[in-house]
């Protein structure tokens, strides 16, 4: 019995309850939050090595096999990436004790981070598609609360924009999860898998494949991403730094797992189309990124390049590629997380979210500037921080498979990526100094600690890639051999 | 208001407890027949929601000193405290089981830790029901 696969996210929906009662305590809540949510970083990790010696683990809910009941399903894969988010959200959530008023502390916050955090965690674990849309409706229900704490104007524009289209694209997910029913008869993913393949990948599975590719693009913000800066750059500085971390790599999550596991069959339309839209993103978030003035904005295009360049990965399929963009789906994590807190405390510091309002800074705030530099240096790829190894193996992939437009692609946008950050450095913390020492806010104490634990992280990460390739290797290999999966979900049925 | 609403008063004074009934029925046939905790739940949270449209919210809320949200709260943690217990009997997360008992005046009855589960859901939707009915009329 493998009870403890299901502890990811029913450990932060208890604790998140319980907040519920501890309203009116908003240091305590965020200190229990925090516990809460290193203590599900650690079994995950318990996870991740139990996963290494006996293969990939699954838990039956209520005792009911599959393909019958709903089950949780652990590989590295997504593992890796559990203990990745429950690491950047307990980051995150620090960085909210020491920033956030006491006022927001009060309005449910930390519970619906919680129950964000056992949404994201539950659609990686998760063996059954239609349990897979409960959890992304756990999360996206956090996600409408926590894009409207607060009270801005903009907000609610923003707000009203992503509730909709995500209605929409919700709606659009339990189409897609009807025709799939009426087609092959099952949900469960394995089950679904062995299937497709018995029967071949008909045109109208194909076309079911490409519905399930819309909702996930709108999930993960790949081409379909005109909603993502809007409402990633309008709510409170910690709110969007967990929705660049974590949202959009749900929706990568699900492009990853459906377009290996199950539809694997047809890749000249389905993953050329996968990398059409990847190198779409790539143009247009770079556009973006080095069009606006606005910080804030400019963090949240740069998600949107992260996202065309991890499903270039995707596209191109070969073990290197897939390697290379679980590297890299576990390096921005960190360091999308990282940026937005950054960027969030720049504009604290100087009231004003444009880049004209900025200027000298690094006199005032030295560590602030260098930190941001390492996050500028680890996006753009730079040994030896954490983004270097996904893109060269990404890079080398496309080489290899003769996929030259991506790779031009992706490496542009890398520049461009450096670009952007570069002019925030250039403008934000170089230049005449407008505020004197004396006049300076003064950084509250810890504030930057949050970040530097990221900064380590990224660090890290890019140091101890030999350490992580083990885990990474054992996901990729899962990933592109789905009979282990269907075998460890199907074959040994007790 | 001062419209003079007697009927609706006397009306939904029995209405309510038909529907209270009614509710508790679907709810307790719930795992072998059409019912359950949610459709219990959403049945009974329409009885509640009458209440508070035929007389004022002052009244009711003095009758019923309920706080909603905590209701719900409590029926997930209800939900999840009977998915958890089957953890500690070896046990499979959400493990249900049944037994047959002989009870004084039901005679042979069915017995199942279904219920409890069922139960914090009916919790949870009551909760959620009212609140959202509650947050929408007290808004100036």
Known sequence: ?494 | MNINDVILKTVSKAVVLIILTFGIYLFLSGHNQPGGGFIGGLVIASAFVLMFLSYDSETVSDALPIDFKKLSAFGVLLAMASGIAPMFFGGAFLAQSFGYFDLPIFGKTELATVTIFEAGIALTVIGVVVNIILSISEDE
């Not at chain 1, 819309?214 to 967990?242: E, R």
């Not at chain 1, 576990?330 to 969030?344: C, N, Q, T, Y």
């Not at chain 1, 730079?382 to 270097?388: A, K, M, R, T």
Request: charged letters at 10%; aromatic letters at 12%.
């Open chain 1, 1 to 494: 019995m493998n009870n403890i696969l299901v502890l990811p996210m029913l450990f932060p929906i208890i604790v998140g309850v319980v907040l519920i009662f501890l309203r009116t305590y908003g240091r305590i809540q965020a200190w229990i939050s925090i516990a809460s949510m290193a203590l599900t970083a650690g079994i995950s990790f318990y996870l991740l090595h139990t996963v290494q010696t006996d293969g990939i683990i699954r838990l039956d809910f209520g005792g009911w096999e599959p393909p019958f009941g709903i089950l949780f399903v652990a590989d590295s894969f997504s593992i890796l990436l559990v203990l990745t988010s429950s690491i950047v959200t307990a980051i995150c959530l620090s960085y909210a004790l020491i920033s956030t008023s006491k006022e927001l502390q009060t309005m449910y916050f930390y519970p619906t981070v919680l129950f964000l955090a056992a949404g994201v965690n539950g659609s990686f674990l998760t063996g059954d598609l239609f349990n897979l849309f409960v959890c992304f409706e756990v999360m996206l229900l956090s996600s409408y609360v926590l894009l409207t704490l607060g009270n801005s104007k903009r907000q609610l524009r923003e707000a009203i924009k992503y509730v909709s289209i995500n209605i929409v694209s919700s709606w659009f997910f339990l189409v897609a999860l009807a025709f799939l029913y009426g087609t092959v008869g099952t949900l469960n993913m394995a089950h679904v898998a062995e299937r497709v393949a018995e029967v071949g990948q008909t045109p109208l599975l194909t076309t079911i494949s490409i519905v399930f590719l819309v909702v996930f693009s709108l999930k993960a913000g790949l081409l379909l991403y005109f909603w993502l800066p809007g409402s990633y750059s309008s709510p409170q500085i910690v709110t969007s730094a967990l929705f660049g971390a974590l949202l959009t790599k749900v929706g990568i999550y699900a492009l990853f797992r459906i377009f290996s596991l199950i539809f694997y069959h047809q890749p000249e339309i389905t993953h050329t189309i996968i990398g059409i839209m990847a190198a779409l993103t790539l143009i247009g978030g770079s556009l973006g990124a080095i069009a606006f003035n606005d910080i804030r904005s400019i963090a949240a295009y740069n998600v949107v390049i992260a996202v065309g360049f991890m499903l270039v990965g995707l596209a191109i399929a070969t073990p290197a590629a897939i390697e290379g963009s679980i590297y890299y789906l576990i390096h921005d994590m960190v360091a999308k997380a990282l940026l937005f807190l950054l960027v969030g405390t720049m504009i604290t510091l100087s009231g004003t979210s444009k880049m004209a309002g900025m200027s000298g800074l690094m006199k005032n705030y030295p560590l602030l500037g260098w930190s941001f530099f390492i996050t500028m240096l680890s996006l753009a790829g730079i040994p030896p921080l954490s983004g270097f190894i996904g893109k060269v193996l990404i890079s080398s992939a496309a080489i290899d498979n003769g996929s030259y437009v991506l790779l031009t692609l992706a490496l542009l946008s890398s520049i461009l990526v450096l670009y952007s950050l570069l002019r925030i450095f250039k403008n934000c913390f170089w230049g005449e100094t407008i505020v004197s020492k004396e006049e300076q806010l003064p950084l509250r104490r810890g504030v930057l600690l949050p970040c530097l634990a990221l900064v380590v992280l990224t660090i890290g990460i890019g140091l101890g890639t030999e350490g992580l390739s083990l885990y990474v290797m054992d996901a990729a290999e899962t990933l592109l051999n789905p009979d282990m999966y269907i075998d460890a979900v199907l074959g040994t049925i007790q």
